[in-house]
Nanobody, 123 residues
Framework: VQLQASGGGLVQAGGSLRLSCAAS????????MGWFRQTPGKERKFVAA????????YYTDSVKGRFTISRDNDENTVYLQMNNLKPEDTAVYYC?????????????????WGQGTLVTVSS
């Protein structure tokens, strides 16, 4: 599976962005998908995850109520809608894929990664 993340950019605090992650391959619907973010000098941190059929989702506490993960298996794409953005959301955001239906929250448990897209939130 190859992943291509896009949609990052510069936005003011309180604004919104939608990240997209397009996947290659015919088995996208067999993968749980996750979004992580990373700031310079720090480890990659979990943001959100979604099971293959979008039955379950999970979010880190700091984004609950503001971010929404979704997917379109016909389009082989997973999304991260980010609302009410805060300066502390500034990071490079990565999408990741893990084969199977179990939600994973640790970066090392994901099999495939996109290249990252930068989100900058100004105060």
């Amino acid at each position: 599976v190859q992943l291509q993340a896009s949609g990052g950019g510069l936005v003011q605090a309180g604004g919104s962005l939608r990240l997209s992650c397009a996947a290659s391959g015919r088995t996208f619907s067999s993968y749980s998908m996750g979004w992580f973010r990373q700031t310079p000098g720090k480890e990659r941190k979990f943001v959100a995850a979604i099971t293959p059929r979008a039955i379950y989702t999970y979010y880190t506490d700091s984004v609950k109520g503001r971010f929404t993960i979704s997917r379109d298996n016909d389009e082989n794409t997973v999304y991260l809608q980010m609302n009410n953005l805060k300066p502390e959301d500034t990071a490079v955001y990565y999408c990741a894929a893990d084969f199977g239906a179990t939600l994973k929250f640790i970066a090392g448990e994901y099999d495939y990664w996109g290249q990252g897209t930068l989100v900058t939130v100004s105060s």
